[in-house]
């Protein structure tokens, strides 16, 4: 989409369009584009389909709010849920409370950051060097009644002064012109410039992917892995007014849990009844050792992120199965048992296992009517295949 595109469907031909093609979203795509252009040019035709398409693809991350706001296709794929933009906002105000506080977002996209902060109570400075990128967060800042909260410009990052607010916020774009990268160096802005910002700054949080290496974090940042429904859906390294070390953080439930200081080691010991799947914010922030006090368990293989135990023990830090069966890896007894036992289908999950679940699949020949979960490991070093079932709330 082009910033003169956009710009129109701002005007009331634009917006007049965008509901057309809202009515028309979800049905035949030649059929709704030769509809409105009936009425409107190619290029408006285009922006507003386009334009409701997202706002369709948006319902997950903003809920009801979409229908309102405006999207790019990679500013959507890289804005913060909702509920996660607004869970970070109430953590930064634990810090800098918002009242007559002022937030710089220094890579602030389509503006769902700057939007929680600013429904927080903060007044925002927003800052994205591509302009049609800027114009849409100010778009949204208009749409949601914010927009006497938030400012926004078209700047590099690196011009910000974050000495000049009482804290910093930064998402820095991480795509290239090949897709997505996971090698912070490649981020824009690149990661020095980021934690050069972060360094001028009282507070900073900075948003990153969850698989940063650890080796980018700085030492004196408590990094917090966010889990959404059972997925990790990013980082957040804090800066200023925080302790050192690792946390996890459950959404939409906010249950929350911080490293004492040195990684725990959880003990290992023989495979129970129970397999527990820890969570991968607790995985990501090496904190399997205090989930596995949670549930009295431990490791079935020190090296692995599986916890095993002998009792039910409810806990939203992990999931647990039933062990029906555990057998020393190999296909054709596996394939047997699931004969035996008329399992057609399964759910497959694998950790420290090298085998390829796609091509195991296939060679397992299934057939039946029940379901079953296999889980790959290693027991004690030991190839193994558990046959095991969802376990109910104890």
């Known amino acids: 989409m082009e910033l003169d595109a956009f710009l129109e469907l701002l005007t009331p031909r634009g917006q007049k369009a965008l509901g057309e093609a809202a009515e028309l979203a979800g049905g035949d795509p030649v059929k709704a584009a030769t509809t409105l252009r009936k009425t409107y040019d190619a290029t408006l035709t285009s922006a507003a389909l386009t334009q409701a398409g997202l706002r369709e693809r948006a319902k997950a991350k903003f809920g009801d709010d979409a229908g309102r706001m405006y999207f790019t296709p990679h500013g959507l794929e890289q804005s913060t849920r909702a509920a996660v933009a607004a869970h970070r906002s109430r953590r930064l105000s634990d810090l800098v ?12 996209g389509i503006g769902g950051d700057a939007l929680a902060l600013a429904l927080a109570g903060y007044t925002v400075e927003a800052v994205d060097a591509d302009p049609l990128t800027a114009a849409v967060a100010a778009a949204n800042a208009d749409a949601l ?28 774009a991480r795509r290239t012109g090949k897709g997505r990268t996971f090698d912070p160096l490649a981020y824009s802005p690149p990661w020095p410039v980021v934690l050069e910002l972060a360094a001028r700054a009282p507070v900073a949080c900075l948003k990153v992917a969850p698989g940063i290496p650890y080796e980018f974090i700085p030492e004196s940042a408590e990094t917090e892995w966010v889990s959404y429904r059972g997925e990790v ?15 996890a953080t459950l959404l939409p439930g906010g249950d929350t849990m911080a490293s004492g200081g040195d990684a725990a080691v959880a003990p290992a010991g023989p495979l129970g009844r129970y397999v527990y799947e820890p969570d991968g914010a607790a995985i990501r922030a090496h904190l399997v050792a ?14 692995i992120a599986y916890i095993t135990g002998d009792e039910p023990v409810d806990t939203p ?47 397992l020949r299934l057939s039946g009517d029940k379901s079953a979960v296999i889980i790959l490991t290693r027991v004690m070093n030991d190839p193994y295949a558990l046959l095991c079932h969802p376990s109910p709330p104890a």
Request: proline content about 6%; charged content about 30%.
């Open 97 to 108: 409370p918002p009242a007559g506080a002022r937030v710089v977002d220094a890579c602030c």
């Open 290 to 303: 205090e989930v596995a006090r949670m549930v009295d368990g431990r490791l079935a293989d020190p090296m």
């Open 317 to 363: 830090w992990a999931s647990r199965f039933l062990v029906e069966e555990a057998l020393p890896f190999s296909l054709k007894r596996l394939r047997a048992v699931l004969r035996a036992r008329e399992i057609g289908n399964v759910t497959i999950k694998k950790r420290g296992s090298a085998v390829d679940i796609d091509r195991l699949r296939q060679d």
């Open 145 to 172: 009644g914010l927009s006497g909260r938030i400012s926004v410009r078209t700047a590099d990052a690196a011009e910000v002064t974050p000495e000049d607010h009482d804290a910093l916020f930064a998402d820095p």
């Open 233 to 247: 859906k990013e980082a957040a390294i804090w800066l200023g007014g925080t302790r050192p070390g690792r946390r």
